[in-house]
């Protein structure tokens, strides 16, 4: 009994992806280490699986697609390892139906990772504050019905392709695969390594799931006729691999119909379900120069991808590309900072300011106040834009009114812009109410699904679609991807060019939003805002040695050859939240080419902005204001607890070293900040409060809120919010630190605020 178990067609095929498939099985492990929230946690992935969303909601349907995803992704690793390893069990090819049969006793691995996925995903959404738990036995039925259906269609066309030796030799079909030249020859390839295998197989598993001795007189079969059973079902599965492709290249073209924009982790296994079936055709194809080939494709495809046809621009929308370059050198970064440019930024700013004290009584020095929100996807959008609404609340919305700069990175930026954009239009029509609870749930809207199905259907082949913008035309991807889903989620009322925001900042009717994005060239930030501020991008207002290194470049009059004020305000957005492989760096058009990311990097809480504009109108601030407010809305607590350490293992002394750099950037950008606003405290003219309001979950106390004692998980740094963490983002406004924040306000503004006339 324990030979047949060992040498069983199931146990062997896994002894053999051992031996030989192991990149095959690290896909499945890597899948499984996600969905058991092992890796890419704290980038949100395992929640792309656990709870995904399709058409804005998770539900049956959504999983009814990852039932589907996973399925094709399952079909993929049978027809792969069909093709490179079935031809050594022979038995398969007078077995009827071969490759059905092989699928059966195939899935030990794809069994175990359905196992885990299944209870994994009941596990959480049972503890996902759903209505009712009929709803999770609703997301069960969706997803085995998607499996179920597609595995139907797949075996259904093989149970009608799919021939076995008897009848594959009983007729026409071989005439029909003597036709094939190049399938022929390959089998004639395997026929010589056929010889050499001497796999044991004593017993397999029938469709009806029933065990089954294999036949003990194959070899009086002629092996050339065995070999052309299988060669026939590669011709087949080589078919569902084209039109698999052909699907997806389809799917391209209407890739902007919300219905076609699958769940963001059906989208991953689809375009892995593709890169495991080519897998399998190289290896079938090119047998053992396999390895070389690829190699050498490798190199090939790296060499000629700077070529125009192959490397096109992701761009900022609303820039003049055709026009002549910007030269990006020294001389010119210094040209923009000369004395008498900085001068004359800071006094069109200094009348900015005059026209915000005008809005209050006359002979009054109100509080000045200065918001800075960090970044962090979509958590600090959330997090941003729900305090913000709470500040407004404060005196009947003086907070709002006394703000005169926002500053920040990434989500948090976005967070200010809706807000200030909601503000801006509330004051003209009565529908915009800026504490209306749908606009949290507008900008935690998923922005996700539609920039991985762009991935997967446009930008890994050849971007060709193109969309106009006030004039210029620009190539479609998942840069644009982005702007569409914010640009839906929050119902196109931040499409809008740069220079809409010029009067009524200039009027000081809303505060400045000065959008940064790190430049990758060297590091300096890109300063994008309707009103040129080069005075951030030197000290002392450019009075300094003139070797100091330029520290900002003014996107306005650097790119103004290029229409830069006719930027579409999204871009500006998506240039200042540019996730890495995410969303794509910008090349903007310069030479040489300028890139952007995040500006999380250089400052991802927006302190430095704000403590420079504090510092470079020092003058003004202590003769016309009674002093500054400092708000700083962090996506994260600022003193945590020190970690525990344990004895390293030797993987973790190496790999230890670069997780630190990354985990204590947060700590290194906040002790520099930190640094930096005592040092003005003690030194302006003026008074300088700092309120700070943190995002920290964990010291929510959901028993004084909701009755239960459920511990609130820290939400991901994502563009798509699960329901669990968008409640975590919005009950951190009751952390006791949070509230006193706001204690903290009311009590400075409904005592001593002036009153706007």
Not at 379 to 407: C, D, E, P
């Amino acid at each position: 009994m324990s030979e047949k178990f060992l040498y069983s067609f199931p146990i062997q095929l896994f002894l053999l992806h051992l031996r030989k498939n192991l990149a095959l099985i690290l896909v499945w492990i890597v899948l499984a280490g996600i969905v058991l929230e092992q890796f890419g946690v704290v980038l949100g992935i395992p929640f792309l699986f656990l709870d995904p969303e399709y058409l804005h909601e998770v539900s049956w349907l959504s999983f009814f697609l990852m039932g589907v995803g996973l399925a094709v992704m399952t079909m993929a690793f049978h027809m792969t390892t069909y093709i490179m390893d079935a031809s050594q069990f022979k038995f398969l090819a007078v077995v009827p139906k071969p490759f059905i049969h092989f699928c059966i006793n195939n899935s030990i691995i794809p069994f175990v990772f359905y196992l885990i996925y299944t209870i994994k995903f009941i596990v959480f959404q049972l503890d996902n504050d759903l209505p009712s738990q009929f709803e999770v036995l609703k997301y069960f039925l969706g997803f085995s019905l998607g499996s179920i259906v597609s595995y139907l269609l797949i075996f259904g066309y093989f149970s009608m392709t799919n021939k076995d030796f008897f009848v594959l030799f009983a007729g026409n079909v071989d005439r029909r695969l003597r036709k094939v030249r190049l399938t022929r020859a390959n089998a004639l390839n395997q026929l010589k390594e056929l010889k050499d295998k001497k796999d044991k197989v004593l017993v397999y598993l029938t469709i009806g799931l029933k065990v089954k001795d294999v036949r003990p007189d194959i070899s009086r079969f002629e092996h050339r006729k065995l070999l052309r059973v299988f060669d026939q079902n590669h011709l087949n599965l080589f078919i569902i691999q084209v039109t698999l492709i052909l699907f997806v290249l389809f799917l391209g073209v209407f890739k902007e119909k919300e219905i076609l924009q699958f769940p963001a982790a059906m989208s991953a296994l689809l375009l892995l379900a593709i890169l495991v079936m080519l897998v399998g055709a190289v290896s079938f194809w090119l047998r053992s120069y396999a390895t070389i080939m690829v190699i050498a494709l490798v190199f090939l495809g790296n060499y000629f991808s700077n070529h125009a046809f192959l490397n096109r621009p992701h761009e900022a929308f609303g820039l003049n590309y055709a026009a002549e370059r910007a030269p990006y050198n020294l001389e010119r970064l210094s040209e923009l900072l000369h004395p008498d440019t900085v001068e004359k930024d800071r006094e069109n700013l200094i009348q900015i300011l005059g026209n915000w004290k005008g809005k209050f009584q006359q002979d009054s020095l109100p509080k000045l106040v200065l918001v800075a929100a960090s970044g962090g996807g979509q958590r600090a959008s959330l997090w941003t834009f729900q305090v913000l609404q709470n500040l407004h609340t404060i005196a009947g919305g003086k907070i709002t009114r006394h703000t005169q700069l926002y500053t920040g990175a990434s989500g948090g930026v976005i967070g200010q812009a809706f807000f200030r954009e909601i503000y801006l239009r509330s004051l003209t029509d009565t529908i915009y109410n800026p504490l209306d609870q749908k606009y949290l749930d507008q900008i935690s809207a998923d922005n996700l699904n539609p920039i991985i199905f762009t991935l997967l259907v446009n930008d890994l082949l050849i971007r060709n679609q193109k969309f106009e913008f006030r004039g210029y035309s620009h190539l479609k991807d998942r840069g644009y991807a982005f702007e569409k889903q914010l640009n839906d989620n929050t119902e196109g009322i931040l499409d809008k060019p740069l220079q809409a925001y010029y009067q009524p900042e200039f009027e000081g009717i809303i505060p400045l939003l000065p959008v940064t994005t790190l430049v990758t060239n060297d590091g300096r930030k890109l300063v994008i805002s309707p009103h040129s501020m080069s005075f951030l991008g030197t000290s002392l207002l450019g009075k300094s040695a003139r070797d100091e290194k330029k520290q900002t470049i003014d996107f306005l009059r650097f790119f103004a050859d290029h229409d830069s004020d006719n930027l579409r305000f999204l871009s500006a957005l998506r240039m200042g939240a540019t996730f890495p492989f995410i969303t794509p760096n910008v090349q903007l058009p310069s030479d040489p080419i300028m890139e952007t990311m995040d500006t999380g990097l250089s400052d991802n809480f927006g302190i430095q902005d704000a403590l420079r504009f504090t510092y470079v109108f020092k003058e003004w601030i202590a003769q016309n204001t009674s002093g500054v407010i400092l708000i700083t809305i962090r996506d994260s607590e600022k003193n945590l607890e020190i970690p525990k350490t344990e004895p390293q293992r030797v993987f973790e002394k190496v790999f230890n070293p670069l997780k630190n750099i990354y985990s204590n950037w947060d700590h290194v950008q906040t002790i520099q900040n930190e640094v930096l606003f005592n040092y003005m405290a003690e030194s302006m003219p003026f008074d300088l409060t700092k309120v700070e309001f943190e995002y920290a979950p964990e010291k929510v106390q959901t028993s004084d809120l909701t009755g239960s004692q459920e511990a609130m998980q820290r939400a991901s740094l994502n563009w798509r919010l699960t329901a669990r963490e968008k409640k975590s983002i919005l009950l951190s406004i009751y952390t006791e630190k949070n509230q006193e924040s706001l204690r903290k306000l009311r009590k400075i503004f409904e005592e001593n605020a002036p009153i706007p006339d």
